[in-house]
């Protein structure tokens, strides 16, 4: 499986992006356990991402690892129990991971704008 991902007009010497990430099933296994391969992405992504995963009670077991220092990859591993395909938790990381990136914006930017307003007020 492959997600398309593509984010505007490429600006000059640069390609658009056009591939977030892919899975990597081994032959004879179930949709339980699954690898994605996230490209573009490092520590920052696949640290909170685990995180969040691990929180689904139905999730045995979540990793990931740098395929290598010069590259920008990361193996993205996720094992549920039952018959939960790893997918789903994913899929909700995903989500749970964008909802707590939004919130952190939302007050960053409240409280620039109560800031701004205070020194407004001290300079009148």
């Not at 992006?17 to 296994?29: I, K, L, S």
């Not at 391969?37 to 045995?60: A, F, I, Q, W």
């Not at 590259?71 to 395909?85: A, H, V």
Request: glycine share 8%.
């Amino acid at each position: 499986m492959t997600w398309a991902h593509t984010q505007g007009a490429p600006t000059p010497g640069s390609a658009l992006r056009t591939q977030f990430a892919e899975t990597v099933q081994a032959d004879g296994t179930d949709g339980n356990c699954v690898t994605f391969v996230l490209h573009d992405e490092d520590h920052t992504l696949g640290n909170s991402l685990r995180y969040m995963v691990m929180k689904n009670p139905d999730v045995e077991f979540c990793g990931y690892c740098i395929t290598h220092p010069s590259e920008s990859k990361i193996n993205f591993r996720i094992q549920t129990r039952g018959s939960l395909p790893a997918v789903e938790p994913f899929r909700k990381g995903l989500n749970d991971l964008m909802g707590v990136c939004q919130h952190v914006l939302n007050t960053f930017e409240r409280s620039m704008r109560e800031y701004r307003a205070q020194k407004e007020e001290e300079m009148q």
